[in-house]
């Protein structure tokens, strides 16, 4: 076989194989989403798990390579596809239901690896074993094998972009591992064609001494620079994903530019590109760490992260291209590059939520860009310095003048050292220790703030205690999930969403009323400081459902918070995410409400056809779901009230209340949006005849199910929302 004839057919089979990886990728996630309790984490430990099969099928071909040629390779190729094929007819892909429980990143991992373990591995080591056939079909120095590498991230990106808009939207996920599954065998068969069709030939067995002729510190640098766009990579997608929803379309989105910067680095087309981002990577990293330091409460801060990850994505790949060895050692280079990517994003994942008592890794990623990145050519005349120090000067009065009462020195001090930095451009490890010694003394001020109490944090999220003027809260992300006023004797009020004077006092009376006294059974999706035990009348039996057991821990603390341990202190408080928890119970609640979030935005998983057939099941006669549904970003309410109209309910939703709403928010009660679900119209009948709720009327919308959550037809972005204003 000719050159010609060969580049397309390896091409086409690292493209078919990369194309099932990450078709399977965002479908692990979805798959694990319940068992983690609808959170981030579940991606995060995806990406994980994928990265270290890359290192299997990398390692694993790269010594097959160098011990027995191109021949041993296709024995573990196709023996791998062969085993993948096998346990695929015997067991379809999470096959099984996933067991309530905290989660913790071991339990995700094995998840996955029973999933779908052994055909992910197999797939894993298709674009490698392409690479040998290629290398034995068409020997030489040439760059076939740096335009196959661009080829498979094209398969990457085509499988991965196809999945939240061409095949969630049609098809169930059972439909989508049937499909899948289909695929892998086409693949066996395909590279049984291609290894047996042409055949190897007999001189294309590689001497078993060779070795990497790179030393350690290139090594190590290789590993370095594949790892900080990796941890980039998670760090933008929890930022992205922290105020809105944990779900495919927004997973794929920084993954895809993760992978159109390999695409781009890698092509012989785009060197001027590469170049450009080398030389203003340092800029990203900056702007960047400024806006993770001092998080703004608008979209402008996730869609310049969104940027800064494709600029230094571009820079880092683009070196690591052009450090690349040649052909023949391509094998231990590939080897390198999954090492780092797995580095990355354990790191974030893992050691960082262990480690670091603030959410940093992002932070030290970008600083280690800077480190990384080659120094640029820029240098200032006297006027740009001087017009640059003017700017900088006007740019750190910016928090005072704009009313930033907390953060304002902070936010000015991160403006000012990324002004310095910019002074320095020309010298990166200077540049890098000006920003690290801005994380640290940003982390330590917080950390060691007067109003700062305490905190927690694990893979599902980080809380923090705060004393603020008001009363103690409970923060997490841009959220407030609960405040106790500073009375220490006595029953504490709720207050915030679940005052009496609110939509959740105006449910409790309806039920209270209904049962004439308190001994009724009212179920908590999401525990916060467990407030609305004190909504709740004395003697009402309260079962709260929460995931995390550092929330638990806060709240129990009576150092902290007292509402828990005073005014439902026989609470009882189910460890797990509520919906496996429900499911697998058998309590029946007069009123059920899910007031589960991560950080501003509630886990799509329970907010379902299948989540509510799981409500309903655990409701007494005549009994309440409620749901709290507020969000700056999305309008939830239509989606609650079309899976509930499907299933014959009637749904209410809570609305302003004029002066009342007024009076109420001087007793530290915040408006919230609530939407009220029931069998029977006469259940909610009472609640209509107020002024705060009112009938929501029959949608021709389509409800959300496991398999199909479009966010894009929630979302309510204008302006205001990009801006934070």
């Given amino acids: 076989a000719d050159r010609p004839a060969a580049g397309p057919a390896a091409g086409a089979l690292a493209a078919l194989g990369a194309s099932l990886f990450f078709v399977a990728e965002p479908g692990a996630a979805k798959a694990i989403l319940p068992a983690m309790g609808g959170t981030p984490a579940a991606w995060g430990a995806t990406l994980l798990f994928f990265q270290l099969a890359l290192i299997i099928g990398y390692a694993t071909v790269d010594w097959a390579l160098r011990t027995g040629g191109a021949r041993r390779v296709r024995v573990v190729h196709l023996a791998a596809l062969g085993v ?124 078993p ?20 766009p990796a941890a980039l990579l998670l760090g933008v997608t929890d930022y992205l994903t922290r105020d809105l ?11 895809a530019l993760y992978l159109v910067t390999w695409i781009l680095a890698f092509s012989p087309r785009t060197h001027g590109l590469v170049s450009w981002a080398t030389r203003h990577q340092d800029v990203a990293a900056v702007a960047t760490l400024i806006l993770f330091l001092n998080p703004p409460w608008a979209l402008v801060g996730p869609l310049a992260a969104l940027l800064a990850l494709t600029v230094i994505g571009i820079a880092q790949h683009g070196a690591l291209a052009a450090e690349a060895p040649p052909a023949a050692q391509l094998g231990r280079f590939y080897v390198h590059l999954a090492v780092g990517g797995a580095l990355g994003t354990a790191f974030v994942v893992g050691a960082g939520p262990a480690l670091f008592p603030l959410p940093i890794e992002t932070p030290v990623a970008l600083v280690a860009a800077i480190l990384l990145g080659r120094p640029p050519a820029t240098t200032w005349s006297a006027a740009g310095r001087n017009r640059f120090l003017a700017f900088a000067v006007l740019a750190v009065a910016v928090p005072f003048v704009a009313g930033m009462d907390r953060q304002a020195g902070l936010a000015s ?43 927690a944090r694990n893979l599902l999220g980080r809380f923090s205690v705060l004393d603020r003027p008001a009363g103690i809260s409970l923060v997490s992300g841009s959220t407030l999930h609960g405040l106790e006023l500073r009375e220490r004797t006595g ?23 209904r049962h004439a006294g308190p001994g009724w059974r009212f179920g908590v999706v999401g525990l916060g400081i467990g407030s609305l035990g004190c909504t709740a009348p004395i003697g009402t039996a309260m079962t709260y459902f929460e995931i995390n057991p550092e929330v638990v821990r806060l709240a129990r603390d009576t150092s902290l918070f007292r509402s828990l341990t005073v005014c439902s202190p026989d609470a009882v408080v189910r460890l797990g995410d509520a919906r496996l928890t429900l499911a697998a119970g058998d309590d029946r609640f007069d009123l059920l409400t899910l007031d589960a979030f991560n950080s501003d935005a509630i886990p799509t998983h329970l907010l379902t056809r299948e989540a509510f057939a799981v409500y309903r099941e655990r409701l007494a006669p005549g009994g309440i779901v409620a749901f709290h549904v507020s969000n700056r970003f999305l309008d939830l309410a239509p989606v609650v009230a079309a899976v509930a109209h499907e299933a014959g309910w009637v749904v209410a939703q809570a609305v302003p209340r004029g002066a009342a709403e007024r009076e109420a928010l001087e007793t530290h009660t915040s408006d919230i949006s609530m939407v009220a679900v029931a069998a029977e119209h006469e259940t909610l009948a009472p609640l209509v005849a107020g002024d705060g709720w009112r009938w ?25 929302e990009v801006l934070g204003r």
């Avoid at 029953?491 to 009323?513: M, N, Q, W």
């Fill in 209 to 228: 001494a060779e070795s990497l002729h790179a030393g350690p510190g290139t090594r190590l640098r290789w590993v370095a620079r594949a790892a900080v």
């Fill in 696 to 720: 929501m009327g029959r949608r021709d919308s389509r409800p959300w199910t496991d398999d199909w959550t479009p966010l894009a037809s929630a979302l309510r972005i204008g302006w205001a």
């Fill in 84 to 207: 993948a094929s096998l346990a695929l007819v015997a067991h379809a892909p999470f096959a099984g239901e996933p067991t309530p429980g905290a989660p913790t990143l071991l339990t995700a991992l094995g998840m996955l690896a029973s999933g779908l373990g052994l055909p992910v591995v197999a797939l894993a080591f298709t674009a490698p074993a392409a690479q040998a056939w290629l290398a034995a079909r068409a020997p030489g120095p040439g760059r076939e094998s740096y335009v196959l590498y661009a080829a498979s991230n094209a398969g990457s990106l085509a499988g991965l972009l196809a999945f939240p808009w061409l095949i969630e939207p049609v098809l169930s996920l059972g439909d989508v591992w049937s499909w899948w599954r289909i695929g892998i065998w086409v693949l066996a068969v395909v590279a049984a064609l291609l290894w047996f069709g042409a055949g190897v030939p007999r001189d294309a067995v590689r001497p």
């Fill in 245 to 255: 929803a944990p779900v495919p379309m927004l997973w794929v989105l920084p993954l």
């Fill in 491 to 513: 029953r504490p009020e709720a207050t915030l969403y679940y005052s009496r004077h609110g939509p959740y006092g105006d449910l409790v009376r309806l039920v209270s009323e």
């Fill in 413 to 455: 001090l991160s403006i000012a050292a990324g002004a310095l930095a910019m002074l320095w451009r020309g010298a990166p490890i200077r540049v890098g220790a000006v920003l690290a010694a801005l994380v640290v003394v940003s982390g330590a001020a917080r950390l060691a703030a007067p109003d700062y109490l305490g905190g």
